[in-house]
């Protein structure tokens, strides 16, 4: 059993930056992959980016790719989310999910994950 709990979300300019956080408890963080995913008002929920249980791959949206970071701290069992260079479409409840692999492309797939936070809004004006 894993919870999660997200932080970190808010309301920032379009060009700023965000770090989301996502504690988790449960003794099985370090052996799971872990995703970022929003839900956008009236769209489905979407991946984001996801990481590797001990960090050594990464995973990203395309249009996300050289703006957010992803990362994890297995000591603190934490993943967080860097976000720069914000624009209005990122615009969206931000979900963190623990996934039942444990690397690789499977981690895209929101079907993949067992775990979920409960949100954090992040919210980007123009």
């Known amino acids: 059993q894993v919870q999660l709990v997200e932080s970190g979300g808010g309301l920032v300019q379009a060009g700023g930056s965000l770090r989301l956080s996502c504690a988790a408890s449960?003794?099985?963080?370090?052996?799971?992959?872990m995703g970022w995913f929003r839900q956008a008002p009236g769209k489905a929920r979407e991946f984001v980016a996801a990481i590797s249980w001990n960090g050594g791959s990464t995973y990203y949206k395309d249009s996300v790719k050289g703006r957010f970071t992803i990362s994890r701290d297995n000591a603190k069992n934490t993943v967080y989310l860097q976000m720069n260079s914000l624009k209005p479409e990122d615009t969206a409840v931000y979900y963190c999910?623990?996934?039942?692999?444990?690397?690789?492309?499977?981690?895209?797939?929101?079907?993949?994950?067992?775990?979920w936070g409960q949100g954090t809004q992040v919210t980007v004006s123009s």
């Open positions: 999910a623990a996934s039942t692999f444990i690397s690789g492309n499977y981690l895209r797939d929101l079907m993949n994950y067992a775990y």
């Open positions: 449960g003794r099985t963080f370090s052996s799971s992959g």
